[in-house]
């Protein structure tokens, strides 16, 4: 009742109060009634395995017995090291070097950096970022420069960045997109291209196809640009393989990511780059050193639950799991296919997604607090973007708590309809 917490994305005069969760399990968030919820949104896309998988657990335990935070210039650490070789290893071809920080946004901003430290420090700089519209990258100063302006940053807009906004690559118009790229790259300057590979997650569960995004790393390419992917969301099975860009065929020159790194246990980032964005960093002349560190940057804890997540996923059948998720998602969003109260019923790997069918869409629509509190009822943690429906759950998720989250999909629409919603 009488909390002075102020929470995220919050709208303290209008929300219920806060549901105290005291203990997490599997894909489900457990409240101090002893009620538990499913958590079909990953608890904001982070959990990829389900919550507190004994293994993660188990390497954070042991990493607490020797390590807290260690300053990462001058000295490094085994989680760390070991880290980063395996991330290379998982990676798309051609990343070369890793460089860690400790949340989506802020290794967004570590991207864009490097990307403009080495142009800049070619002696050839360049300052234009392109983006696609409706893209999301973060929270912080740079990275809502980078995203799609809105209600979110209204308040802020005059202090961001402008950068070059293509169109979406909506299915059909996608050469408009490619078109769009391809100017901006000839009128010069472009230093690169942000892009959420596949699907854009806050922006709406926006799928495009591959070839948008291969075809776009061929033009970048061309012009002398740098592809920068923001896999944070993306990352870790979602999209159906480890990384989107996998399926693109694309290795782009610096990827992001964060919230699946460590299957969700705690907060690490990291930012991959080419050995050539090293190399232009690397010089006897100082002035060339990447100038960039957050105090808990690389922390060994949160390192060793990300080395454990790797091993996780050699050593359990996580792309089996991922693809059967896949399958089961399908059979569940079959129903509303050819269901009018529905509009772009999709799915990309582990993610589906649904607009419900209203008079006023975008993200204040009325209809999304109705909805999460329709849900929230029947024990479901699923926040509509707007009237946009989807489902993110971690792999680890079973048929029966999917089915218990499509029927309510199915009644709320039905409510709604009926005007009780
Ligand atoms: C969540 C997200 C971010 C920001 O990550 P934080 O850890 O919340 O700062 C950046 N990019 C994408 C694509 C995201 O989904």
């Known amino acids: 009742m009488n ?22 399990d599997g894909a489900c968030l457990i409240d101090d009634g002893g009620a538990r919820i499913f958590d079909a949104i990953s608890s904001w896309w982070v959990i990829t395995h389900g919550h507190r998988h004994p293994a993660i657990i188990a390497a954070i335990q042991a990493a607490c017995d020797r390590y807290d935070q260690i300053i990462f210039a001058e000295y490094t650490h085994e989680p760390a090291e070991e880290l980063a070789h395996g991330l290379l290893r998982i990676a798309p071809p051609g990343l070369a070097h890793v460089f860690y920080s400790d949340s989506g946004s802020t290794c967004v901003e570590v991207a864009l950096k490097m990307a403009l430290g080495f142009f800049h420090n070619c002696g050839t700089p360049r300052q234009r970022i392109c983006v696609l519209e409706h893209s999301y990258h973060g929270d912080t100063i740079g990275t809502m420069s980078a995203g799609e302006r809105g209600v979110f940053n209204a308040a802020y807009e005059p202090m961001l960045f402008g950068v070059d906004r293509l169109p979406f690559p909506q299915a059909g118009h996608e050469q408009d997109t490619l078109d769009a790229f391809e100017r901006f790259c000839a009128s010069g300057d472009v230093a690169a291209l942000l892009i959420e590979p596949l699907i854009l997650g806050a922006g709406g569960m926006l799928i495009y196809s591959q070839q948008v995004l291969s075809e776009l790393k061929r033009i970048a390419e061309r012009y002398g640009s740098l592809l920068i992917a923001d896999e944070v ?4 099975g979602r999209t159906g393989s480890v990384f989107a860009c996998e399926q693109a065929g694309v290795s ?9 790194l460590t299957g969700g246990a705690l907060p690490l980032a990291a930012t991959l ?27 060994p804890i949160a390192c060793a639950a990300a080395v454990a997540n790797l091993a996780v996923w050699e050593n359990e059948p996580v792309r089996e799991r991922i693809r059967e998720l896949g399958s089961m998602q399908k059979r569940r969003l079959a129903r509303f296919q050819a269901d009018p109260r529905f509009r772009n019923v999709r799915q990309i790997g582990t993610i589906t997604a649904l607009d419900l069918t209203v008079p006023g869409a975008g993200y204040l629509a009325d209809v999304g607090p109705k909805l999460r509190a ?19 759950p971690p792999y680890c998720v079973t048929a029966a708590e999917l089915d218990c989250a499509y029927d309510a999909m199915d009644d709320a629409a039905a409510c709604f309809m009926a005007g009780r919603l």
């Not at 969301?233 to 870790?236: A, I, L, R, V």
């Not at 780059?273 to 922390?299: G, M, P, V, W």
């Not at 024990?379 to 489902?391: C, V």
């Open 3 to 24: 909390s002075p917490v102020w929470h995220p994305f919050t709208q303290h005069a209008l929300e219920p109060a806060m549901r105290r969760i005291v203990e997490t």
């Open 233 to 236: 969301m993306t990352g870790w």
């Open 252 to 260: 782009p020159d610096i990827l992001c990511t964060s919230k699946g």
């Open 273 to 299: 780059c080419t050995a050539e964005i090293f190399q232009a960093h690397l010089s006897s002349d100082r002035r060339k050193t990447f100038f960039h560190s957050s105090s808990y940057t690389a922390n």
């Open 374 to 392: 329709f849900f929230r009822e029947r024990q479901l943690l699923i926040r509509p973007l707007g009237n946009i429906i989807y489902m993110m």
